[in-house]
Every structure is written in structure tokens, then in C-alpha cells.
């Protein structure tokens, strides 16, 4: 009788400080004590079905936790708005009064708040959070031409409660809580606003020059920061820039309910003077159009794609084929370069303020919807600045922050920390000190004392590191080419991936690989580093590697020789479509690879695997009604604990009843032959406690933002997906390290507030590597292995 082999007790994930240890040392935080201490409990399994079982437990916890805390906890907001002093008991009733009556266009009510006596406007309107962007700026500036000693009113007070960046994100944080308000009167358009939103601006025919000024609190990645800049006088001006770097391939669009937002809006508004060195087109050659579709339900979405469509094949120049492209997050038409790919995102939105606060970047919040530029309040701040503000939601999307900020850094924009994060993490760090003054049975440094001195710490980190290279080329160059000090070349400059920068070992920090790794934002110290690597290669101390960028958000890059992933002369529809071809083929070949492995430990499997399995993950068509039909339907292989598939499934079609549409399991189990019984089936089904599944994604499912049950189990699947995508060798089934530690963060309830969460940030060890795979070896072979001592802390 086949048994499961045996496995070291406790596989527990490794721990987050990683086999190189953190040289400089973290504080431990509550939340890193709670966490270390669950990681330190699991309990013992003897078997992968056992640890299994506790994932799939985890993750039914996890999705419970999030449904919870999505139906009845806020998200935590940004810091309250500042206590001012009162003047008199007046004071507060006056203020409150005025922000309840403001409604309609905001500029119409900048007269009344006006009207309030001057010593006690300016410290009032500091106060309403939920006054909109427009009104205040403008009162800022009346203030300002009849001379009023702002400068007198801000000693009263702390910093940021006259800070208008402090303002302005208590504002975006209400505003991201707030639904059903009129979303346009919080909005900034370009037609009506600018000279209000940009008050340091010269506007003329053809353009508006914008001079910036300092910017307080701890800025980085702002090398090429420029401290002028010019953007378009009018949404005229707009228009024309925009059909020319768009090559008017959206000539006839019924733009009722779609609005292009991210980086060719940005580029257009930008996009001056051909001769402008701050902002070229050139920057914005190989942008995608991004467009986004609000304010309709998802039958009419699918409508409004195919008109999108049919307006971008009669665009194109005659005899020009074209075809779509679905994966799991957008739809993007294809013609040949050098013409403008057409992205959709597949995600419902209810106006265009709600598209910008699903946006990362502050810079990237500008949008156009056929007669008008918006702008949100952020985003027309960060034009101004030149800068998008830091928060916690930044850290929470690190996987597809990070390439955005490095390129937009590229695009001369960088990050700041507003003064409330620096002030509240040296306060934070005192009262833990204070708490955590009893000594601990792990005696770990306490953090550094400032944000500028994280950055100084990763800048000697990018001195040792380009020191090593150094050290390296001169001894290769002296054993093999018997180079002298006095006649040896000059050292190649070293060539880095940004993933490197999470590692100590400097040994590997010249490997070349992608750029914005996933780790560039996992914590503070891993940001400076990547920091202090671009800052190098500004100064041209070396070269970070710019890997292959997936045309597809959320999906794994091409490798370098897969023509399809590079927007270039060298693009061909079919060479496109025999790369996606080749791509489901190499899932179904690795797929195919891992039952062979598991089979002969386990009895799993068939003597056979035929076509009857199937892997579709990025599907391409013709036509709108061929990409969304059943046949076409996204299909992923998964290796699930069953209790989980039974719970995902159930969630989903709860959802789907609800809002009337039909019912199915996204999930099935893949089979390829019957079983003469369903005691033999239910044995030969799993795999160490694991199911194979498919996720299969038809029409009705594509889209996010249906229902929030749908998202969280989604989101899930796509940590069992991320766990297992890079497995390629015999009998690999799931990275159980990154899978659990993922689970761990997603169902982790932050407490506190957003600059408590941002301390905790700001102190956690620098994530190293490490994996813990299970591969299906005998108990004999486990014992005395290497992986096995691995296993076992030893």
C-alpha cells in the first residue's frame, strides 16, 4: 500500500529576518512579536497532508477575517485633523456650520467662507477635512494677496496643522470612506481650476510654466526633480497633444462612460514643446492607452468594449489585422507596432474619482474624458511638486509599486514622507523603547533613530557593495590578464538588478535581474536600498538591469528571448500569438511534469494525461464575442487544500445568486479518466493533502469591483497561484514559505493608526531569500539531507 513519505516536524515558514541575519538590527515591535510568535507555535505535522490541512485552515481564517473587516471595520485613516486653537466657543460652531453647507461647485462658496473674519479663517479652514481641494486653495490665496501673516499662524500651531500636504491627505483619505457624494465638485478639472491649483504658474497661449518650491519633510528618488515645468494652458491644447501621441486611434468614441487616466494622460498634459527636456513624447513612446470603464453594469461593460473595439480597428490603416488579448486583470487590443496598444481594465468603477483612488502613484491621477482634464486633489499636487506623497497603501501594493516608482522617479518625480511621518516615528520609537525597556530573550538593536539615517545606512551598504565589485574585477584582472595596478583598464561598470538590494550577501549583488523587485517595498530598509541604487546609477556609478516589463499587470514577465514581451519593430501578430501559445503550452508541460513526479510517491495521478487537461491563462481573438466565450474562458491549474475548494467555491456562488447572475464552481477538480468507485477517485484525487483544481474565470467572473466576497477569494487564489508559478522541477507542488507568509500578512487585522502602521514599516527587518518546497522524497532520504537539516532550524 502506497504511504505519503514523512517529513521534518514543523516546516514552518523562515523567518522574516532570513539566513543572513539584519546587520544593523530591528526593533521588536508587538506586531513583530505577535507575528514571530505564530510562526513559533504552528504546530508539528509528520505529513504534508497535515500541513496542508493547515494551510487550507489558514486560509479559510484569512478569508473570514477579510470579509469581516471589509463589512464592519473601517480601514484605518490617515492622521485625524490637527486640534487648532479656538478662539472662542463660536469658533467651532461657525466652522462645522460652514463645512456642512458647502455643496455645489466649490469655487461658488468661496465667497462666504470669506466672509468670516480673518484671524479666524485661516486656522478654521484647517479643519475641514472635507472642504473641497478647490475651495481651499483659493481661499489660501486670497488670504495670501490680502497679506495675511500666515507665517505668524503657523508658529501657533505644530507644523503640519497649517501644512496644506497634511490637509490634503486627511481629505483624500475622507474621501476614499465617502460614497454617493458628487464626485466632480472634489475633482480638479483643467478648464476651470488651474490658475487656482498651480497659483505659482505664468500661463500664456501655448503653455503654463510652473516654478516649484522647496518641499518639507524626508524626500528621495527627486535626483531629477525639476524645479520648473510646463503643462498644457487649456483642455484645446490638451486634445491636440493628446490625438497626436495617441495617432488619433480613438477617432469616433463615444466616451460616455470611459475616461483614460495614467500615463499617456499625464504625458499629454506634460507633453509641451517637442524640445522640452523635462517631458518628451519619447518618454511616453511605448505607453499603453489605459482606459477605464465607470458607471456601468457589466452587460453594458462588455458592450462598451466591443464599441472601444470597433473604433480601434477603424483607426487603423487599411488591411491592418488586429486582435484582442485577455488575461486575468485586462484586455488589451493589438494592431502592429508602432501603433498604440489599447488596455482595459477589467474592473468596475462608479466614477472617475474612483479610478484615481485605486491608483498607487499621487503623479499618475490624471485623466481625460473626451472634454475635459481631470485632475484629483493628490495628483494636481504632485504636478506641483513634483513629488507623490508616501502612505501605507503605497507599501501594501508593493508588488506592482515598485516598478512605477523607479520609472516615474526616471520621469523626474520622486517620494515624500510628510512631516507627520518623521515626527511621529522618532515619538513612536521613544514610547516603545519606554514599554519594551524589560529585556527579551532576543536582545535585538533598536532601529535607527531617523528616516535620513536609513538612507545613509543603505548608502554605505551601495559603497561596500560597489567596493566588492571592484576588489572582484581587480583580482580577475590580475590572475587572468596579468594586469598591474599601473596598466590595468579601467573596471567595468557593475551591472545590478533591483532585486539584489534585499540581499547581504555581496557576492550576489551583481547578479543581473528584473528591476523593481518584489521586495523594494516589504519594508523601509529595503526601499533605501533600492534608493541608493538608482541614486548610483543617476550618478553613473552602474547599471540597473532593466528586465522584460509584462504588458500584463499582476501576470509573470516573458524571458528576455520571448519577442512577444517587447513592444518593438521586432512585434508580429503571430509571433505573438505563438509565444502566448507557447506559454500555455510550457503551463500544461509543467503541469504535466509535476503529476509525473508526485505519481510515484504517492499512487497519484493516471498512467496517462491526455488533452483532457487543460491551461488556458492568457486567451487572444479576433473578435470581442470570440475572447469572451466559454471556449475562451481563463483556465488555471491549482494545487488546493479541498477544504478551501469547498469554501471558495460556496463563497462565490452566494455572491453570484445575490446579484442574479449565473451560478457556477469556478473551481472544478481536474480528472482525466473514471474511477471504478469514488473511494479509489477520492485517494487518487489528492496529492500530500493537496487537490488539483482549475480556476476557470468565464465572462461573468472577469470582472473586480462585482462584489468584495468574489475579490477576497480571488485575492487568495492568487497567493496559492504566486506559490506555486515558479516551480518547474519533478514533483515541486507549492512554496509553502511564501505562501504562508503571505496568508499570515493578508489576514493580519492592522491595528492602529496609519502612522502607527507606518512605525512598525519603517522598523521590520529586511526581508531576505529563503524557500521551503516540499518534494515528494522518501522518510530514508529526508533524514540525513541537507534540505531536511534545512528544515529543521539546524
Not at 174 to 192: A, D, I, N, T, Y
Not at 383 to 406: K, P
Not at 586 to 614: C, D, K, M, W
Amino acid at each position: 500500500m502506497e504511504q505519503e513519505p514523512n517529513l521534518i516536524p514543523n516546516p514552518a515558514p523562515v523567518p522574516l529576518q532570513g539566513e543572513g541575519g539584519n546587520p544593523r538590527g530591528v526593533e521588536e515591535s508587538p506586531q513583530h512579536r505577535e507575528e514571530e510568535t505564530q510562526r513559533e507555535n504552528l504546530p508539528t505535522f509528520a505529513t504534508c497532508t497535515e500541513y496542508s490541512e493547515y494551510v487550507g485552515d489558514l486560509a479559510k481564517r484569512t478569508l473570514e477575517t477579510r470579509l469581516e473587516v471589509a463589512a464592519g471595520s473601517p480601514s484605518p485613516h490617515l492622521p485625524t485633523s490637527p486640534s487648532v486653537e479656538s478662539v472662542a466657543s463660536l469658533f467651532d460652531v461657525v466652522s462645522v456650520a460652514v463645512e456642512n453647507a458647502i455643496k455645489g461647485d466649490p469655487v461658488d462658496h468661496v465667497k462666504a467662507i470669506l466672509a468670516l473674519p480673518p484671524s479666524i479663517l485661516y486656522r478654521a479652514m484647517w479643519k475641514w477635512s472635507k472642504l473641497p481641494y478647490v475651495a481651499i486653495r483659493e481661499a489660501i490665496s486670497r488670504q495670501s494677496a490680502a497679506n495675511s501673516s500666515e507665517k505668524d499662524l503657523k508658529d501657533k500651531g505644530s507644523p503640519s496643522a497649517y501644512d496644506i500636504d497634511e490637509w490634503i491627505m486627511r481629505n483624500d483619505s475622507w474621501l476614499c470612506e465617502e460614497k454617493g457624494l458628487s464626485w466632480s465638485e472634489f475633482m480638479v478639472r483643467l478648464s476651470k481650476h488651474a490658475d487656482i491649483v498651480f497659483p505659482n504658474s505664468i500661463v500664456t497661449r501655448t503653455k503654463r510654466t510652473i516654478e516649484r518650491s522647496p518641499c518639507s519633510g524626508f524626500t528621495v528618488l527627486d535626483q531629477k526633480r525639476a524645479t520648473r515645468i510646463q503643462v498644457q494652458p487649456s483642455t484645446e491644447c490638451f486634445e491636440e497633444t493628446f490625438v497626436e501621441m495617441t495617432g488619433g486611434i480613438l477617432a469616433g468614441l463615444n466616451w460616455d462612460n470611459v475616461l483614460v487616466a495614467g500615463g499617456i494622460a499625464l504625458g499629454a498634459l506634460l507633453c509641451v514643446d517637442a524640445r522640452d527636456t523635462v517631458a518628451t513624447p519619447k518618454w511616453w513612446e511605448n505607453s499603453d492607452i489605459d482606459i477605464f470603464i465607470h458607471g456601468l453594469t457589466q452587460h453594458d461593460a462588455v458592450e462598451k468594449i466591443n464599441h472601444i473595439f470597433k473604433v480601434f480597428k477603424s483607426n487603423l490603416p487599411p488591411n491592418t489585422p488586429a486582435f484582442a488579448v485577455r488575461n486575468s486583470r485586462t484586455i488589451t487590443f493589438y494592431a502592429k507596432y508602432p501603433i498604440r496598444r489599447l488596455q482595459i481594465i477589467l474592473k468596475l468603477y462608479e466614477n472617475p474619482s474612483d479610478v484615481f483612488m485605486g491608483f498607487d502613484l499621487d503623479i499618475c491621477k490624471v485623466g481625460w474624458d473626451g472634454k475635459e482634464v481631470w485632475l484629483s486633489p493628490v495628483g494636481a499636487r504632485a504636478i506641483e511638486t513634483g513629488y507623490s506623497i508616501f502612505t501605507m497603501a503605497m507599501a501594501r501594493r508593493a508588488h506592482s509599486s515598485a516598478n512605477r516608482i523607479l520609472k516615474y522617479a526616471n520621469k523626474g518625480y520622486g517620494v515624500r514622507f510628510l512631516p507627520s511621518y518623521n515626527d511621529s516615528f522618532a515619538e513612536t520609537q521613544s514610547k516603545r523603547v519606554a514599554a519594551d525597556a524589560v529585556p527579551t530573550i532576543r536582545q535585538i538593536p533598536p532601529p535607527l533613530s531617523t528616516l535620513e539615517a536609513y538612507i545613509t545606512e543603505a548608502r554605505g551598504w551601495r559603497g561596500r557593495l560597489l567596493h566588492a565589485h571592484q576588489r572582484r574585477s581587480n583580482m580577475f584582472g590580475h590572475l587572468y590578464h596579468g594586469y598591474m595596478p599601473t596598466n590595468a583598464p579601467a573596471a567595468p561598470t557593475p551591472v545590478i538588478g533591483h532585486y539584489s538590494a534585499s540581499l547581504d550577501d555581496l557576492k550576489n549583488l551583481t547578479k543581473g535581474l528584473p528591476s523593481g523587485g518584489k521586495y523594494c517595498l516589504s519594508d523601509f530598509g529595503s526601499f533605501m536600498r533600492h534608493v541608493a541604487i538608482w541614486e548610483a546609477e543617476m550618478a553613473g556609478q552602474l547599471v540597473v538591469q532593466k528586465g522584460p516589463e509584462s504588458p500584463y499587470p499582476g501576470e509573470t514577465a516573458p524571458q528576455e528571448s520571448d519577442k512577444w514581451g517587447a513592444w518593438n519593430e521586432d512585434f508580429t501578430m503571430l509571433g505573438f500569438m505563438d509565444q502566448v501559445d507557447t506559454r500555455n503550452l510550457n503551463e500544461f508541460t509543467r503541469l504535466h511534469n509535476t503529476i509525473r513526479g508526485v505519481r510515484a510517491g504517492t499512487g497519484f495521478g493516471l498512467p496517462y494525461l491526455g488533452e483532457q487537461l487543460s491551461v488556458r491563462s492568457i486567451a487572444y481573438a479576433h473578435s470581442i464575442e470570440d475572447l469572451l466565450s466559454p471556449t475562451e474562458d481563463l483556465q488555471t491549474p491549482l494545487w488546493l487544500p479541498p477544504a478551501f475548494v469547498v469554501l471558495a467555491n460556496e463563497t462565490v456562488r452566494s455572491a453570484l445568486q445575490e446579484l442574479g447572475l449565473p451560478v457556477i464552481d469556478m473551481l472544478t477538480v481536474a480528472r482525466t479518466r473514471k474511477w471504478p468507485d469514488e473511494q479509489s477517485r477520492s485517494k487518487k484525487d489528492h496529492a500530500f493533502g493537496l487537490q488539483l483544481v482549475y480556476w476557470r474565470v468565464p465572462v461573468d467572473l472577469m470582472w473586480e469591483g462585482i462584489d468584495n466576497r468574489i475579490e477576497e477569494v480571488f485575492a487568495i487564489l492568487r497567493i496559492f497561484r504566486g506559490a506555486q508559478r515558479e516551480l518547474h522541477s519533478f514533483g515541486n507542488l507549492i512554496d509553502y514559505d511564501s505562501l504562508t507568509r503571505a496568508l499570515f500578512e493578508r489576514g493580519r487585522r492592522r491595528g492602529g493608526s496609519e502612522l502607527e502602521q507606518f512605525y512598525d514599516w519603517v522598523v521590520k527587518p529586511t526581508v531576505h531569500g529563503g524557500v521551503c518546497v516540499f518534494h515528494p522524497i522518501s522518510a530514508k532520504a529526508a533524514k540525513g539531507s541537507g534540505y531536511a537539516r534545512r528544515l529543521a532550524g539546524m
